[in-house]
């Protein structure tokens, strides 16, 4: 038996023939260890809601559920495992919902119900980024969740962390670092996961800023997208598609620079003239 009473995980994916599929972007975590840690990274649970994205079999579902989350809604999209999930909903009568879908069809800020909430997922990696900017980016701020704890390919989380002047540095970490304040916490290591992936993963903590810099969010993300869809150029270049001589001028940046030496206070002014 292991830590909360219920079977071993290795026992509960051979049981239900919950072999990880690719095209899902499985990969299952079965160290309680590490889902303990990254249960304990998402801070104080007891008295929030936690949303998690792709729990399969249920590692850390159980791992946030057994370090005291008051309530867990967990979206998962692949069939097979809800048979599993229902083991631990019962389980842990009334504080596990499981809601059968696709994440990117998902209402977030309906399921937290302006109630305090926490995501914390390792996320499918064919899904993750995506789900990650729409997260950045919704209207309402501050945004309907208090933190995320999520696991990424460690090339993304360090892009999501990325400062002006580092090759990993683009739209994804200006949008982080424009709304939130983001760190790695750890990384795990390939062999914790059924299959392993080639890939070292990081789990990565982000906090919303209460007031980031003023701007529009649907213009700021049109002018990363533009900035970095061709970041060896100049700035005077790949910004003619959005008025960029006009923007240049307007918020006095040199036309000659690239993408990644702007830092985030000087996308913002980029977004706010246009």
Known sequence: ???DGLPPLREVIARHELQAK??????FLLD?????????AAGDLSDVTVIEVGPGP???????????????????RDERCLAALAEVSAHYPGRLEVIPGDA???????????KPTKIVANLPYNIGTELLLRWLTVADWPPFYRSMTLMFQREVAQRIVALPGSDA????GVLAGWRTEARIAFDVPPQAFTPPPKVTSSVVHLIPREQPLPADVRTLG???????GQRRKMLRQSLKGIEGARLL?????????RAETLDIAEFVALANAV
């Open 169 to 172: 540095y683009g739209r994804l």
């Open 32 to 40: 309680l260890n590490l889902t303990g840690k990254i249960a304990r």
């Open 58 to 76: 249920g590692g850390l579902t159980r791992a946030l559920l057994a370090n005291g989350a008051a309530r867990v809604v967990a979206i998962e």
């Open 1 to 3: 038996m292991s830590l």
């Open 104 to 114: 990117l069809k998902t209402d977030f800020p309906a399921i937290a119900g302006g």
């Open 222 to 228: 049109r002018v990363t997208e533009a900035a970095f």
């Open 22 to 27: 690719k095209s899902l972007g499985q990969n």
């Open 249 to 257: 001028e307007t918020t006095g940046i040199d036309g000659t620079r």
